[in-house]
C-alpha cells in the first residue's frame, strides 16, 4: 500500500498522559498536513509542513500540541497533558507541489480517546 | 473555528432524486476543493476549482464556483445509494497554506 500510513490506528489514554501520533506521507509529496476531526464536524486544520520546514500553525492550537518533520519525510504529532477535549481523530494527508494546493490525501486516522 | 460555510448540514432524498449543496466563506478564496467521506472513512478527494465562475462536471456531479470566489455549490443528479457520504467543501483563505474545511453536508439516499 502506497497511501499515508498513520499509527497508532486508536490509542485510548487517562488524562494527562503524553501522546504521539506518526504519519508517513506518500513518498516524494513534500507537503504534509494535520487535522483533527470529531463527529459532525470539518476536519480543523492543526499545521502545516512544506518539507522539513513548519510553515504555518493554527492560532487555535494549544501550547500542548507539537509537530516535527525532521528529514521532510514522515511527521509525528505530540500531544503533551492530554485532556477530555483532546478527544478525537487526528488526520494526516499529504500532496505534492510548489503552488497553489493540490490534491489532498488523507491517511485513514488516528483515533485518540483520552478517559 | 470553521472559516467556510456549509448547508444544509443533513439532506435524506429518495434515490433518483437530486441533491445540492453550498458553501460559503465571508473571505475571497484562491480556490475551492470538494471531498467526500464516506461513514467510517477519511475525506477523498472529488475536485479542485480555481477560475473565477469555473463549472466543472464529473458524471452527475457538477461544480460550481462563484464569480466572486467566495461561494461554491455541488449538484448530484439522479442520487444513487452508492452518493450516501458526507461532502466537504475546503478553501484557502488568502494567502495562508492552510485548507479551511467546512462542517460538511451528510447525504443519505433511501431506495
Known amino acids: 500500500d502506497t497511501g499515508v500510513s498513520q499509527n497508532p490506528r486508536h490509542k485510548i489514554t487517562k488524562r494527562g498522559q503524553n501522546v504521539t501520533f506518526r504519519c508517513d506521507p506518500i513518498?516524494?509529496?513534500?507537503?504534509l498536513y494535520w487535522y483533527r476531526q470529531t463527529l459532525g464536524q470539518g476536519p480543523e486544520f492543526l499545521t502545516y509542513f512544506q518539507n522539513e520546514a513548519q510553515l504555518e500553525k493554527s492560532r487555535l492550537l494549544s501550547d500542548r500540541f507539537s509537530a516535527e518533520r525532521p528529514k521532510g519525510s514522515f511527521s509525528t504529532l505530540e500531544i503533551q497533558r492530554t485532556e477530555q477535549g483532546d478527544s478525537a481523530m487526528y488526520l494526516c494527508?499529504?500532496?505534492?507541489?510548489?503552488?497553489?494546493?493540490?490534491?489532498?490525501?488523507f491517511g485513514e486516522g488516528s483515533r485518540l480517546t483520552v478517559l | 473555528g470553521q472559516q467556510v460555510m456549509q448547508i444544509p448540514q443533513y439532506q435524506h432524498v429518495q434515490e433518483g432524486e437530486d441533491f445540492t449543496t453550498y458553501c460559503n466563506s465571508s473571505t475571497t478564496l484562491s480556490n475551492i476543493q470538494w471531498y467526500k467521506q464516506r461513514p467510517g472513512g477519511h475525506p477523498v478527494f472529488l475536485i479542485q476549482?480555481?477560475?473565477?465562475?469555473e463549472v466543472k462536471k464529473q458524471k452527475r456531479l457538477t461544480f460550481q464556483f462563484g464569480e466572486a470566489k467566495k461561494n461554491s455549490s455541488l449538484h448530484i443528479t439522479a442520487t444513487q445509494t452508492t452518493d450516501v457520504g458526507t461532502y466537504f467543501c475546503?478553501?484557502?483563505?488568502?494567502?495562508?497554506?492552510?485548507?479551511?474545511f467546512g462542517k460538511g453536508t451528510s447525504l443519505l439516499v433511501t431506495p
Open positions: 513518498s516524494e509529496h513534500n507537503r
Open positions: 475546503a478553501g484557502r483563505l488568502g494567502s495562508g497554506y492552510a485548507l479551511n
Open positions: 494527508a499529504s500532496s505534492f507541489g510548489s503552488t497553489g494546493t493540490g490534491e489532498l490525501f
Open positions: 476549482l480555481v477560475k473565477s465562475g
